[in-house]
T-cell receptor, first 117, second 115 residues
Framework: GAVVSQHPSRVICKSGTSVKIECRSLDFQATTMFWYRQFPKQSLMLMATSNEGSKATYEQGVEKDKFLINHASLTLSTLTVTSAHPEDSSFYIC?????????????FGPGTRLLVL | SQQGEEDPQALSIQEGENATMNCSYKTSINNLQWYRQNSGRGLVHLILIRSNEREKHSGRLRVTLDTSKKSSSLLITASRAADTASYFCATDAGNSGGSNYKLTFGKGTLLTVNP
């Protein structure tokens, strides 16, 4: 159980275009999902916490107008990188946790590799 | 500042040997978790140790936690080539599982197990 999927797994786009990445919890309802980015050989940096039915909570230094997050249902959160630039090229990973107090483990998607040309 | 820093950054061992990775952190925590990441993939949860626990075992994994030193170690015994991956510690310093819950990841240790 607790499977998280991401789509697409890999995307190449031109500078200035927008890219949408989907994160789905396949066998559970996730009131909270998390979006991370990871540069090569580095750690995961939390970008934002996505809450179903409300606005996302962004980490300091992350532009909310640049990285749009929509958590429209209990099984789907989307991250849209708007007006992408080459420096946005990175590995984007989402995760979700089971609802309820005391559920501290996160379940991760397989990641989306974004390359902006 | 980096919450959760692993050392060594890279570790190369032979199959059958034990691998020990360490993690240090700076603030008080509710729990500390270890995750594994194969190259270019998502993370897989390995083990969670709570702040009131000192040691935990899961199969070939042994985790220790020393809250006085703000450090944790992950020991993988009898390593296999398939254990080759990056290993990250992550700390939960918020309202455990509650509204301000989030994980902060360390930089990771790249473990290579040679056959």
């Amino acid at each position: 159980g607790a499977v998280v999927s991401q789509h697409p797994s890999r995307v190449i786009c031109k500078s200035g275009t927008s890219v949408k990445i989907e994160c789905r919890s396949l066998d559970f309802q996730a009131t909270t999902m998390f979006w991370y980015r990871q540069f090569p050989k580095q750690s995961l940096m939390l970008m934002a916490t996505s809450n179903e039915g409300s606005k996302a909570t962004y980490e300091q230094g992350v532009e909310k107008d640049k990285f749009l997050i929509n958590h429209a249902s209990l099984t789907l959160s989307t991250l849209t990188v708007t007006s992408a630039h080459p420096e946005d090229s990175s590995f984007y990973i989402c995760s979700a946790r089971l609802p309820g107090q005391g559920r501290e483990t996160q379940y991760f998607g397989p990641g989306t590799r974004l390359l902006v040309l | 500042s980096q919450q959760g820093e692993e050392d060594p950054q890279a570790l190369s061992i032979q199959e059958g040997e034990n691998a020990t990775m360490n993690c240090s952190y700076k603030t008080s925590i509710n729990n500390l978790q270890w995750y594994r990441q194969n190259s270019g993939r998502g993370l897989v949860h390995l083990i969670l140790i709570r702040s009131n626990e000192r040691e935990k075992h899961s199969g070939r994994l042994r985790v220790t936690l020393d809250t006085s030193k703000k450090s944790s170690s992950l020991l993988i015994t009898a390593s296999r080539a398939a254990d080759t991956a990056s290993y990250f510690c992550a700390t939960d310093a918020g309202n455990s599982g509650g509204s301000n819950y989030k994980l902060t990841f360390g930089k990771g240790t790249l473990l290579t197990v040679n056959p």
